[in-house]
């Protein structure tokens, strides 16, 4: 079959459908979806699709039933909610800006809360801001840096859609709540992609904030008197404080001389609030007016300007991230594998009614899809039993894959379970690992610390399939729903997008 190569791509909207629709099929019949998803597979065999076509297709399915894909409304909501943030950003840019240059002929403007806000504040800010830009294999091997990131996004103006959201139509705010509230589970496979939405939200907002504090600052100077000086109470003379702005102002030092105060500006408005002190003020009228270009420049040069520049990284970033999405996790790797095995009808236990339906009667059919998961690594935990040979017996999509190899673990030996460990970690293929456990017996703490073990030396997102199964006499068992249920329950609190568990009853699988 010739594969065509195609250049679309998903977006948000795709992505929040895909794990919305996942959750949905949580509640639904496993041969139910099954059946279904394999039709979808067996209507697109001859389009010659890759992978990630072949899920967005299905996607497409998925969608022509409204209620089953929230993205757009969500995207849309997204849309209400920083055009909101933007409204904030300039009033409160305009609020700032406004208190910062109140001016009642009494006193100066004192500059140095102007240069704390738009100078300071904006430098450590950016800091903040870069940290959070981090990716998490960086993050991951700096001490207390994704502890760092989670308090960075926490108190992002991003976080404010929760509250935004009560100010939109009824469709946006639902869809909006709704994936904010699954986005913790969702952490570990959309961790960055939320960090650099966030930060686009946080850059709408202060790109706004900027922009009314500039426009603002330009207002009162055209159609005010101010007069500005500069005033602390530490002993700081006009020659160091010079040596200060001229740093402050090295960005547009060389082409806008005119927008950094001279040494004489800087020395007339040095400003004492008690005018008889023994060092009382020179201000002069003429002087005290000329600070507000250098005021101007630094917040387009440590305000505006940066805020435009994250605001296009970011957004860059996030539509990258959502364009270019691996699309591998355990909710795709389940519906792709329907999509590809052989369509068996197990829900008649009588296989003269199934006719040639029912599994007995049915043999193995190639996929119509190419299956791109790879051999499988077999690993059975305590003696499970599994191998190449009885795996053939499973009505599973994993049993049409090819068996690269079994290992074992958990026997009393330590040793076979680094020797195992060592293998996976030295292992250059990326086929899944198949975990199988005994279904009669309840997860122990050696197990699940095995299977984090596990996740350590195959990597972050190598498929670990985990298999419960119970065999006498090379005769399959299947297992019982509390015992499926108990494994399935420990391998969803492991939080690890990657792993899943599987389950083969009565000779139909999920």
Not at 49 to 68: F, G, H, Q, S, Y
Not at 218 to 235: E, I, K, N
Request: neutral net charge; contains cysteine; charged residues 20%.
């Amino acid at each position: 079959m010739t594969r065509t190569s195609t250049s679309r791509a998903t977006d948000l909207a795709a992505l929040i459908d895909f794990e919305a629709i996942f959750e949905q099929d949580r509640a639904l019949d496993r041969q139910t979806l099954r059946k279904r998803d394999r039709e979808t597979g067996l209507r697109i065999a001859d389009r010659g699709l890759d992978r990630r076509e072949a899920l967005l297709v299905w996607l497409d399915e998925r969608r022509k039933t409204p209620e089953a894909a929230p993205g757009q409304w969500t995207t849309q909501g997204l849309r209400s909610a920083t055009a909101i943030l933007f409204v904030l950003g300039l009033l409160s840019g305009s609020a700032a800006a406004a208190g910062l240059l109140y001016y009642d002929g009494a006193h100066p403007i004192n500059i140095i809360p102007w240069l704390g806000v738009f100078v300071a504040l904006q430098l450590l800010l950016l800091l903040l801001s870069a940290l959070l830009m981090l990716p998490r294999f960086v993050a991951r091997r700096i001490p207390g840096m994704t502890m760092l990131q989670r308090t960075l996004a926490a108190l992002s103006p991003g976080r404010w859609l929760g509250l935004l959201g009560r100010l939109l139509p009824g469709k946006q705010r639902n869809a909006l709540r709704n994936v904010i509230g699954r986005a913790a589970t969702l952490d570990a496979l959309y961790g960055e992609l939320r960090n650099r939405l966030l930060l686009t939200l946080a850059q709408v907002f202060g790109s706004a904030f900027h922009l009314a504090a500039i426009v603002m600052l330009l207002m009162l100077a055209a159609f005010t008197d101010l007069a500005f000086a500069w005033s602390t109470t530490l002993q700081i003379k006009p020659e160091r404080f010079q040596g200060m702005i001229e740093t402050v102002a090295a960005p547009w030092f060389a082409w806008a001389p005119g927008a950094v105060p001279s040494f004489d500006v800087i020395e007339n408005t040095q400003y004492y609030r008690l005018q008889n002190s023994a060092a009382p003020s020179k201000l002069s009228g003429a002087s005290a007016g000329q600070w507000w270009p250098f005021l101007l420049m630094c917040a387009v040069v440590y305000g505006l300007l940066p805020r435009i520049a994250l605001l296009a990284v970011c957004g860059l970033g996030t539509r990258y991230s959502t364009r270019h999405a691996p699309l591998d996790h355990a909710g795709f790797q389940r519906v792709y594998e329907r999509m590809t095995e052989a369509l068996i009808d197990a829900r008649s236990p009588d296989p003269e009614a199934a006719g040639e339906n029912h599994p007995s009667h049915q043999t193995k059919q190639k996929a119509p899809l190419d299956n791109e998961l790879g051999p499988l690594t077999i690993i059975n935990w305590c003696g499970a039993g599994l191998d190449a040979k009885n795996l053939k017996q499973l009505d599973h999509p994993v049993s049409l894959r090819p068996v690269r190899r079994v290992l074992e673990a958990g026997a009393p030996d330590i040793a076979a379970d680094r020797a195992t460990l060592d293998a996976v970690r030295n292992d250059k293929q990326d086929g899944a690992l198949l975990f199988a456990v005994k279904s009669y017996e309840s997860p122990t703490r050696d197990c699940l610390n095995f299977i984090a073990e596990l996740r350590k030396a195959a990597g972050p997102r190598r498929s670990i399939i985990l298999l419960p199964v119970h065999f006498e006499n090379d005769a399959f068992i299947p297992p019982g729903d509390a015992e499926f249920s108990d494994w399935e329950t420990h391998a969803l609190e492991t939080g690890d997008p990657w792993l899943r568990c599987e389950r083969v009853e009565n000779g139909g699988a999920s």
